[in-house]
C-alpha cells in the first residue's frame, strides 16, 4: 500500500474483508494527502465465504483496469485474506489486462513486517519491470566513471524513500541540492513520486544511492548482481554522516575527491550551525546528557552518532524494531558499550528506557507516548508517526539543514543553561510551583497564591467554578500520589516522612529520576524504608 500510493500510474488491488480497508485513513490524515490512494478491495462479507470468493477477486480486478488504467498492477491479500487462500496474484496473471505488468505480492503477514513488505513490493515492481533489460549472462559491468567518455555529467538514482517514511520529501530535496551543486544529476527518485515508466530508466545512472536500506536494501543489491550497477551505502543523517556520503559517492563515480573534501569541509562550516555550536561554551550544556534511542535501524544508528560524537551526549540505550538490520544496530551499540534492544514490543521498550534513567529519549511515536509516562522530554526520529510529525514546512533530515533541523528539534525538549540555574535558584517560589498555570490564566491548588498574599475571595459562580476547580486538581494530586504508593507497597518500600520532604526539595523536572534512582537504590540493598539519608546515599550512588 505504501509503495503503491507513493507512486503515480500503479494500482493495488487487495484481497481484504471489511475492516482491513482502512488505507484512507492512513494516507489521508497522517500524510496530510489530498487524494485518496490508489488502492481498490474486493471486501467481501462474511456471507461471501460460502460462495465463489475466486470470482469476487477477478471482477474486482477488471472493474479497477478498466475504471483507472493504470500502468501497472500489484495484486495481494491482507492478513485475513490469506487464510481463506484464494491467491489473488495467481487469478490475475491468467486474465487478459491488455498488456498491462501485473505483479503478484505474495507478503506472509503473519511472519513479516511492515518495512519488509514495503521492500519486497518495491522489489517485485522493479524486478519485473526491467526484466527485458537485464544483461546477458557474463556481460561486462560498466564502468560508474563512464560519464567522462559520453561527454555529461555523472547520474545517480536516490532509492528507498516512500509514504509514511520519516521526512522522506523533504530528505530528497535536500539530498537533490546537495549532489547538484557538485555537478551530479539525479535521474530516478522512487519509489516516492516515481511512475513505472521511470523505473525502466534506472540502469541508465551511473550508481544507485540506498537512502533508505529499510525499502531500497533488496533493490539495490539486485540492481548491483543484475545489472552491475554500484551502490552509495552511507546515509547522509548528521554531519559526519553527510561528509561520509559526499566522498562516498564522489570517490565510486571517480571525481576530484580532494577538490570535494575542501568544499565538503568548507559546506559543513556554512550551510549548518550544529559545528559551530559544537565548540561554543554553549554546548556544556548539553555535554553529558542521557539520552535513549529506539527506531528504525537507518535512524537510530544515525542518531547515536549524531549524539555520541557531534553532541557530547551519553548514548545509554539504543535499539530498533528492524530486524532485518539487528546486525548493523548490534555493530553500533558495540561501539558504545551498549547492548541493542532487538525489539517490537513497546513494553519491552519502555520497561528498558526506565531503567536507563534517560535525560531524553528519541524514538517513535510509541517511544514518545511511554516517555510522557516516565516524565522524559522525547523528540520523535522515526516511523511510526504521528500527523504532526509530517509538518507543512520542509524539514529534512538529511544533509546540512538536515543536521540544523536534528539539533533544533533534540535540543528544545531539554531544559538547560540559564533556564535550569534559575528554576533551581526560585524553586521554592510559588511562580515555580508544580501545577502552577500563571499563562493560562488559571492557578494552581491556591496554596502558593495564598502565601503570597494575592489570594482574593470570590462569590458566586466564580466561587463555584473555583471550589468544583480545586476538588478536580485536588483529585488528580491524590490519584497521581496513590499509584505509585500502591506500586510502592506491592514491593515492600515506603517513603519516610522527611524523605518526602527532602525528595520535595529537588527540582520538579528532575524529581521523577531521583525518585526512581532512590527506589532502585533501596531494592538493591535490600531496604524497606526510604528516608533522606537514604535518599542522599542513592545520590552519591550513581553519581560515581
Given at each position: 500500500m505504501r509503495i503503491a500510493t507513493s507512486m503515480e500510474g500503479v494500482h493495488y488491488v487487495l484481497h481484504a474483508p471489511q475492516g482491513d480497508t482502512y488505507a484512507d485513513l492512513l494516507f489521508t490524515m497522517i500524510e496530510r494527502r489530498d487524494r485518496r490512494p490508489p488502492v481498490t478491495y474486493t471486501t467481501f462479507q462474511a456471507r461471501d465465504l460460502g460462495g465463489d470468493t475466486a470470482e469476487l477477486v477477478k471482477r474486482s480486478i477488471n472493474d479497477a483496469v478498466?475504471?483507472?488504467?493504470?500502468?501497472?498492477?500489484?495484486?495481494?491479500?491482507?492478513?485475513?485474506?490469506?487464510?481463506?487462500?484464494?491467491?489473488?496474484?495467481?487469478?490475475?496473471?491468467?486474465?487478459?489486462?491488455?498488456?498491462?505488468?501485473?505483479?503478484?505480492?505474495?507478503?506472509?503477514?503473519?511472519?513479516?513486517?511492515?518495512?519488509?513488505?514495503?521492500?519486497?513490493?518495491?522489489?517485485?515492481?522493479?524486478?519485473?519491470?526491467?526484466?527485458?533489460?537485464?544483461?546477458?549472462?557474463g556481460a561486462a559491468k560498466p564502468s560508474p566513471a563512464r560519464w567522462r567518455q559520453e561527454g555529461r555529467r555523472p547520474r545517480v538514482n536516490l532509492l528507498g524513500p516512500t509514504l509514511l517514511g520519516f521526512r522522506c520529501r523533504d530528505d530528497i530535496l535536500e539530498v537533490s541540492r546537495l549532489l547538484g551543486e557538485l555537478g551530479i544529476d539525479v535521474t530516478v527518485v522512487a519509489p516516492l513520486g516515481a511512475r513505472p515508466a521511470d523505473l525502466l530508466r534506472i540502469p541508465s545512472a551511473d550508481?544507485?544511492?540506498?537512502?533508505?536500506?529499510?525499502?531500497?536494501?533488496?533493490?539495490?543489491?539486485?540492481?548491483?548482481?543484475?545489472?552491475?550497477?554500484?551502490?552509495?551505502?552511507?546515509?547522509?543523517?548528521?554531519?559526519?554522516?553527510?561528509?561520509?556520503?559526499?566522498?562516498?559517492?564522489?570517490?565510486?563515480?571517480?571525481?576530484?575527491?580532494?577538490?570535494?573534501?575542501?568544499?565538503?569541509?568548507?559546506?559543513?562550516?556554512?550551510?549548518?550551525?550544529?559545528?559551530?555550536?559544537?565548540?561554543?561554551?554553549?554546548?556544556?550544556?548539553?555535554?553529558?546528557?542521557?539520552?535513549?534511542?529506539?527506531?528504525?535501524?537507518?535512524?537510530?544508528?544515525?542518531?547515536?552518532?549524531?549524539?555520541?560524537?557531534?553532541?557530547?551526549?551519553?548514548?545509554?540505550?539504543?535499539?530498533?524494531?528492524?530486524?532485518?538490520?539487528?546486525?548493523?544496530?548490534?555493530?553500533?551499540?558495540?561501539?558504545?558499550?551498549?547492548?541493542?534492544?532487538?525489539?517490537?514490543?513497546?513494553?519491552?521498550?519502555?520497561?528498558?528506557?526506565?531503567?536507563?534513567?534517560?535525560?531524553?529519549?528519541?524514538?517513535?511515536?510509541?517511544?514518545?507516548h511511554s516517555a510522557k509516562r516516565l516524565g522524559i522530554p522525547c523528540a520523535v526520529i522515526s516511523t511510526p508517526l504521528h500527523v504532526q510529525d509530517v509538518p507543512?514546512?520542509?524539514?529534512?533530515?538529511?544533509?546540512?539543514?538536515?543536521?540544523?533541523?536534528?539539533?533544533?528539534?533534540?535540543?528544545?525538549p531539554l531544559m538547560m543553561g540559564l533556564e535550569e540555574h534559575l528554576i533551581t535558584m526560585f524553586r521554592h517560589d510559588f511562580e515555580f510551583t508544580e501545577g502552577h498555570r500563571s499563562h493560562l490564566g488559571g492557578a494552581p491548588d491556591g496554596a502558593g497564591i495564598e502565601a503570597s498574599g494575592t489570594k482574593q475571595p470570590t462569590t458566586g459562580a466564580a466561587a463555584s467554578t473555583e471550589t468544583t476547580t480545586a476538588t478536580a486538581v485536588a483529585s488528580a494530586a491524590a490519584g497521581a500520589t496513590a499509584a505509585p504508593a500502591a506500586a510502592l507497597a506491592e514491593n515492600g518500600l515506603h517513603w519516610s516522612p522527611d524523605g518526602e520532604a527532602e525528595?520535595?526539595?529537588?527540582?520538579?523536572?528532575?524529581?521523577?529520576?531521583?525518585?526512581?534512582?532512590?527506589?532502585?537504590?533501596?531494592?538493591?540493598?535490600?531496604?524497606h524504608r526510604i528516608d533522606a539519608e537514604t535518599l542522599y546515599e542513592a545520590k552519591a550512588h550513581f553519581s560515581r
Open positions: 478498466e475504471r483507472f488504467r493504470p500502468e501497472a498492477l500489484l495484486v495481494g491479500e491482507s492478513c485475513t485474506a490469506e487464510l481463506i487462500q484464494d491467491q489473488p496474484g495467481a487469478l490475475a496473471g491468467g486474465m487478459d489486462l491488455g498488456g498491462i505488468p501485473v505483479v503478484s505480492l505474495e507478503l506472509p503477514a503473519y511472519s513479516k513486517k511492515e518495512n519488509w513488505g514495503a521492500a519486497e513490493t518495491f522489489y517485485q515492481l522493479v524486478r519485473a519491470l526491467l526484466k527485458p533489460q537485464l544483461p546477458p549472462p550508481a544507485n544511492v540506498c537512502l533508505y536500506p529499510e525499502v531500497a536494501g533488496p533493490v539495490c543489491n539486485w540492481l548491483e548482481r543484475s545489472f552491475g550497477m554500484p551502490v552509495v551505502r552511507s546515509v547522509p543523517i548528521g554531519i559526519g554522516a553527510t561528509g561520509d556520503f559526499l566522498r562516498e559517492v564522489t570517490n565510486l563515480l571517480e571525481m576530484d575527491s580532494e577538490v570535494i573534501a575542501a568544499a565538503t569541509n568548507a559546506e559543513a562550516e556554512q550551510r549548518s550551525r550544529l559545528p559551530w555550536y559544537s565548540r561554543s561554551v554553549d554546548s556544556t550544556y548539553l555535554t553529558g546528557k542521557r539520552v535513549f534511542i529506539f527506531g528504525d535501524a537507518t535512524h537510530a544508528i544515525a542518531a547515536a552518532r549524531i549524539a555520541s560524537r557531534e553532541l557530547g551526549f551519553q548514548v545509554v540505550g539504543l535499539g530498533s524494531y528492524s530486524r532485518e538490520q539487528a546486525r548493523d544496530v548490534r555493530a553500533a551499540a558495540k561501539e558504545l558499550d551498549l547492548d541493542a534492544l532487538i525489539t517490537d514490543d513497546y513494553l519491552v521498550v519502555e520497561k528498558a528506557m526506565a531503567e536507563a534513567a534517560p535525560e531524553l529519549v528519541l524514538g517513535t511515536q510509541m517511544e514518545r507543512a514546512r520542509t524539514s529534512p533530515q538529511m544533509g546540512w539543514e538536515g543536521a540544523n533541523v536534528i539539533f533544533d528539534t533534540w535540543v528544545h525528595l520535595a526539595k529537588i527540582p520538579f523536572f528532575v524529581r521523577g529520576k531521583a525518585r526512581r534512582n532512590a527506589e532502585s537504590f533501596a531494592r538493591a540493598q535490600g531496604l
